[in-house]
């Protein structure tokens, strides 16, 4: 069992940077695979990012690629989304979120999840 709770989110100007934050309890969070979705009112939730449990692979969506980088620190039980560059369409309540199977992550299937931060972008 693992709970997640996300923080970090807020208000930020277009071109600006955030940090959001995952903490997350259980023994064994360092098994498992670790992401970041969005969603905005009205549409689906949107992945973001992913990273597998050692941290050596991490996965972005085309729109993040470049700007955004996931990290974890297992010692920690910790998860990072570094957003720089921010654009007023990041603005979205992003949620964490963990599996011990990376397939049910990518595929927003996650049998973990935080309650959302939200982060809005202005201009």
């Known amino acids: 069992q693992v709970q997640l709770v996300e923080s970090g989110g807020g208000l930020v100007q277009a071109g600006g940077s955030l940090r959001l934050s995952c903490a997350a309890s259980g023994r064994s969070f360092r098994n498992y695979a670790m992401g970041w979705f969005r969603q905005v009112p009205g549409k689906e939730r949107e992945f973001v990012a992913r990273?597998?449990?050692?941290?050596?692979?991490?996965y972005y969506a085309d729109s993040v690629k470049g700007r955004f980088t996931i990290s974890r620190d297992n010692a920690k039980n910790m998860a990072f989304l570094q957003m720089v560059s921010l654009k007023l369409e990041d603005t979205a309540v992003y949620y964490c979120?963990?599996?011990?199977?990376?397939?049910?992550?990518?595929?927003?299937?996650?049998?973990?999840w935080g309650q959302g931060t939200q982060v809005t972008v202005s201009s």
């Open positions: 990273i597998t449990w050692s941290g050596v692979n991490t």
């Open positions: 979120a963990g599996d011990l199977n990376p397939q049910k992550l990518e595929r927003s299937l996650a049998d973990y």
